[in-house]
């Protein structure tokens, strides 16, 4: 017999979580049923490997280290679990594709492996274990990236190169930054940074800063013509920082701890309408306005769109999101 179970979670980057899992039999494994049978597996360094579904005769998944196997897939299943919360009990989504069914997390990808990535093909997050300094890619708002690369294939399919690339790539930041401030963790608090845990570059700097994302060498703070030759993660930065400069607004601040300055492109000052407009905005444009080749000029004006149909032409919140989009040089 089967039945819904919530387990322990000893995580590596989020301390100790509730994860949904299954029992079966005299055993347990890591299938949540509370959310569509999200499945975490073991790819035992294989590429792709045979996937071995985590279980086990306890209940609980992962010691808090990196060399305990089972700490990877509870920090992925944690990640992959409150990313489906986010989008269910926020955005009104019921997973990915919004029809009730869960995707599927595998860890432990080859060797040395220093990324992560979403696939249609197998409708599955895959994670791999790092290299040299860098940690295990399974930190919250990584998984909420390759999980939100889905919700974007499944609603716009932003073709990812060009502009609609790096509007694919920041939509993975925007709710990757969203999903960490809702699952409001004291061991992973919310922050406009992405991958600041894993230690990519090995010297403790983030991969990436959506209030200024020029900070990490190579993305773009601002849009200009010619941005679509680049690198969809450098290309995002337009994008993140739309994100941030309409959240928290321009100049300096701190959130949770976290310094921020933002500047912006005219050298106007950008007042916030908050975070959660700022993602509601984001999803609905997403969903309901984009298309696969959407480029800046069209995320600005289905943003606006969205932010007219909820709030009204005069409302702060379009003043907001129109400011934000000219402090980051997208214009009408
Ligand atoms: N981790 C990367 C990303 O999700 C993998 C890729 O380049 N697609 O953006
Ligand atoms: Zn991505």
Known sequence: WQAVHNGTGNTQYSGQVTLGSTQSGSSYNLTDAGRGNHSTY???KGTPGTPTLFSGPDDVWGNGLPANSETAGADAAYGA???WDYFKNVQGRSGIRGDGVGASSRVHYGNNYSNAFWQDSCFCMTYGDGYGNTEPLTALDVAAHEMTHGVTSATANLVYSGE???LNEATSDIFAAAV???????QDVGDYLVGEKIDIRGNGTPLRYMDEPSKDGPSK???YAGIANQDVHYSSGPANHWFYLASEGSGSKTVNGVDYYSPTSD???VTAIGRDKA???WYKALTTKFNSTTDYAGARAGTLAVATELYGATSPEVKGVTDAWAGVNVGD
């Open 42 to 44: 073991d790819l035992n």
């Open 81 to 83: 679990g409150v990313t």
């Open 164 to 166: 609609s690339g790096g």
């Open 180 to 186: 960490e401030f809702h699952a409001n963790n004291p």
């Open 221 to 223: 703070d601002y849009w």
């Open 267 to 269: 050298g106007l000052p």
């Open 279 to 281: 993602a509601l905005i």
